[in-house]
């Protein structure tokens, strides 16, 4: 019997990591590109067959992606398919899976695989202070999320990958993929406003709700007191936006070593691109997960919609906790040791300025 190739032991790898539950300690960071690639295609076959897409113009489009996701330590291929990954495991964690049809995962998947296409390694304020030519393109909108929805849809244009969609499916789509990937601008100046409209519309979803004569309670009146049933196009739409929220914050809900990674590589990129030291960065770390992953989490529990969301809620809270009883020396070298080295990518590519001296001394990438 002739050994598996390469590549089948990379799909038979795919195959099993796909598996994992979210309370895992796996980390797709510590995965090839080749077989982040072959999760990728595991993750979206299933609903795009449904639809019509061909596979060979499925597997060509993750391979251009792939090539347009930059060698960034954070905002890179790792991250996008980990998040959506994370976005698959939440929409077989729902209550109500059967209301979503093969459309609505695959615009979710799709959405979560190019939400930071081409991202360029800092903010959305780095670009507006620079005046970027990617800033007057956008009027300071949201850059580098609408550069990453045209950069993707380019590449659905280049190799006509909706084509065999009607005319009907493939507006539906572009709508709301649009809006998926910009709900995730989280950042100054856009994201304030932007959050604002989601919660904006998910409340006029529950009202719309209760008017039609359920008893569908307000998120600040602790929730629901009804069914919550999600039938509409709309509704799950907005369940899908905070769904992929969830998946994108994912990491800091995750086991503390798949945050702690995630945490340091984003050290990294914002060091490599601003300078900002890894004390400064430690100093962001308790507020982002006290002040927007938790209420983000607590929201979504008020409304009967994941099965295990106390799971999530445990781990984040876990992670605060332990967070918490550590002091900066302390968050660092943990921070420090759990970065994983992922095999394939050139680490030099990585790595920022005072980030270098941390590799040459052995601890940025010990954990191999």
């Known amino acids: 019997m002739a050994s598996p190739t390469k590549s089948e032991s990379n799909q038979d790898d795919a195959k099993q990591y796909i598996t994992e539950p979210w309370s895992s300690s796996f ?20 609903s795009s067959v449904k639809l019509g897409i061909p596979t060979t113009k499925l597997r060509l489009f993750l ?29 077989q964690d729902l209550k109500d899976l059967e209301s979503f049809d093969d459309f609505d ?56 990958l909706f084509s065999d969609l009607t005319t009907e499916m493939q507006g539906m789509l572009r ?6 990937v910009l709900a995730t601008d989280i950042s100054p100046p856009s994201g304030k406003d932007r959050a604002m409209l989601v919660e904006a519309k998910w409340n006029a979803m529950v009202q719309a709700m209760g008017n039609s004569g359920g008893s569908v309670g307000s998120a600040a009146s602790g929730g629901v ?56 960065h430690i100093k962001t770390q ?26 999530y809620l445990n781990l984040l809270q876990n992670n605060l906790d332990t967070w918490n009883e550590m002091n900066t020396v302390k968050r660092c070298s943990v921070i420090t040791a759990a970065y994983v080295v992922q095999p394939g990518v050139v680490q030099s590519n990585l790595v920022g300025n005072d980030v270098a001296m941390e590799c040459v001394k052995g601890g940025v990438g010990a954990k191999q």
Request: hydrophobic letters at 40%; charged letters at 15%.
């Open 63 to 91: 391979s251009l992606a792939q090539a347009n996701y930059r060698q960034n330590a954070y905002h890179c291929w790792a991250h996008a398919v980990h998040v959506t990954f994370n976005a698959y495991r939440l929409l």
């Open 286 to 311: 308790q507020p982002f997960m006290q002040y927007l992953c938790l209420p983000l989490l607590q929201f979504a529990s008020k409304y009967p919609i994941l099965k295990n969301i106390n799971v």
């Open 175 to 180: 709508t709301r993929c649009v809006e998926l």
């Open 225 to 280: 007191d009804c069914e919550f049933k999600i039938v509409t196009t709309e509704q799950r739409q907005r369940v899908s936006i905070m769904l992929l929220n969830i998946a994108d914050l994912g990491s800091a809900m995750q086991p503390v070593n798949v945050f702690s990674n995630w945490s340091q590589r984003l050290y990294i990129e914002n060091n490599k691109s601003t300078g900002l030291t890894q004390e400064q």
């Open 105 to 160: 995962v695959f615009v979710l998947l799709f959405s979560a695989l190019i939400h930071d296409l081409d991202h360029p390694g800092h903010s959305n304020m780095m670009e507006i202070s620079n005046n970027s030519k990617m800033a007057r393109l956008y009027n300071d909108q949201s850059v580098i999320e609408n550069n990453s929805i045209c950069i993707a849809y380019n590449l659905v244009h280049d190799i006509n």
């Open 27 to 46: 980390d797709p960071s510590s995965l090839s590109p080749e077989t982040l690639y072959d999760m990728a295609v595991l993750l979206l076959q299933p």
